[in-house]
């Protein structure tokens, strides 16, 4: 069984910065996938960032020019840097992987438990 454990929420004020982290463990072959989705109060999860096996990334149009996502292979963890905060990026930020689980290719698909950002003067 993968586990996705994230790190790194909290209270920020407008305009800071936090690092948010996504440590994957288990039986780890290899990641296709990983990527970040938020969630505020009264609204659907969205994606906010992804990154492919081959280093392609995506963002939400909202966080374009703010957040950054990366990798480490060897660690098993992705990266959400998140600057120039705004007080509409409040939200529960959760992980999401799509990982090689054994040598024949089978995959597993999975969340973490999700953490708190808050933006708040």
């Known amino acids: 069984q993968v586990q996705l454990v994230e790190s790194g929420g909290g209270l920020v004020q407008p305009g800071g910065s936090l690092r948010l982290s996504c440590a994957a463990s288990g039986s780890i072959c290899g990641i296709n996938l990983m990527d970040w989705y938020r969630q505020a109060p009264g609204e659907q999860r969205e994606l906010v960032a992804a990154i492919s096996t081959g280093g392609n990334t995506n963002y939400a149009d909202s966080v374009k020019g703010r957040f950054t996502i990366s990798r480490d292979n060897a660690k098993n963890t992705e990266y959400l840097q998140m600057n120039s905060l705004k007080t509409e990026d409040t939200a529960v930020y959760s992980c999401?992987?799509?990982?090689?689980?054994?040598?024949?290719?089978?995959?597993?698909?999975?969340w973490g438990q999700g953490t708190q950002v808050t933006v708040s003067s």
């Open positions: 999401n992987g799509a990982f090689v689980i054994d040598t024949v290719g089978s995959t597993w698909h999975g």
